[in-house]
């Protein structure tokens, strides 16, 4: 994604070789920009930033308990707990999203 290439200069970390060409340096999953001397032009992106959330919709959970689990062992687990509706899981993963 272009938002990970947007990296200070001087916080660039080296991901090629001198004098890879723009289209080299992406094909193997890097950042090019040339226009600032003295830094590398092939540069590592930034990690992705990703956060866990509840999914809304229930037929999306995927069941991280057992029946009859108790909202704080779901918790305790790591999980979500919702009871409601019938018929899906209480007890269920979080989704991680990306920011």
Not at 10 to 15: G, L, Y
Not at 27 to 52: D, E, T
Request: hydrophobic content about 20%; some cysteine.
């Amino acid at each position: 994604a272009k938002c990970q290439c947007k990296t200070v200069p001087k916080e660039r970390k080296n991901c090629g070789y001198p004098g890879i060409s723009a289209s080299e340096c992406k094909k193997i999953g890097c950042c090019f920009n040339a226009s600032v001397p003295s830094v590398p032009w092939c540069y590592s992106p930034k990690q992705k930033k990703v956060k866990k959330v509840c999914p809304t919709d229930p037929h999306h959970r995927i069941n991280c308990g057992h029946p009859g689990i108790k909202p704080w062992e779901c918790t305790r687990k790591g999980c979500c707990f919702r009871a409601h509706p019938a018929g899906v899981p209480w007890c269920f993963y979080h989704r991680n999203v990306e920011e």
